[in-house]
């Protein structure tokens, strides 16, 4: 796999759809393909402070030990504890979850829990990696999230128009 950097932007709204599946949206599905080594394979863990999953490809693991380098610099630098262990637990605790050519994946139900997720998910991207929320977490995440929850709103209300025409969203 090349370890150039790859980056995530824009937003996408899923519904939960037959077979217990959700669609993973196009403009993150190519990055993540590419980033995998042209594998669908989507990496979701749980975001370390938030409540919400955390999407990248198989790259971005590549990363990990210089992150937890600068992380520990930085605590040290605030004279704060750091336990470089448990955060390499966090970043390396990714499921592995494979896809299809129409971005259908189905969601561990672990990571569903730890989530808050139900049958509806918003993608935001996030740079190195993209964030995926429950509309009703998004929500409530306060000052500096209007445009996600703006957003969102409106992806939801699209995705249950199409849906109540007989669509898919």
């Known amino acids: 796999m090349a370890s150039q950097p790859y980056s995530y932007s824009g937003q996408g709204f899923s519904l939960l759809r037959d ?23 989507l990496c979701l863990a749980k975001h370390d ?22 992380e520990e610099m930085l605590a040290a630098q605030r004279g704060q504890d750091f336990d470089r262990e448990l955060r390499s637990v966090q970043l390396n605790g990714f ?24 049958d509806q ?22 000052q500096g999230w209007e445009g996600a929850q703006a ?5 939801a209300a699209e995705a249950a128009d199409k849906a109540a025409k007989g669509g898919r969203a």
């Not at 957003?151 to 992806?155: E, K, L, T, V, Y």
């Open 19 to 41: 077979k217990g599946r959700f669609v993973l949206p196009p403009q993150f599905r190519k990055t993540v393909r590419e980033s995998s080594g042209n594998k669908a394979i």
């Open 49 to 70: 402070r938030w409540t919400c999953l955390t999407g990248f490809g198989l790259s971005r693991r590549d990363g990990f030990e210089a992150q937890l380098d600068r």
């Open 95 to 118: 499921s592995e979850i494979p896809y299809d050519e129409s971005g259908r994946f189905v969601l561990p139900d672990h990571l569903a829990e730890l989530a808050r997720l139900e």
């Open 121 to 142: 998910l918003y993608f935001q991207g996030a740079g190195q990696f993209f964030v995926i929320f429950s509309p009703a977490e998004l929500g409530g995440m306060g």
């Open 151 to 155: 957003a969102c709103r409106q992806f």
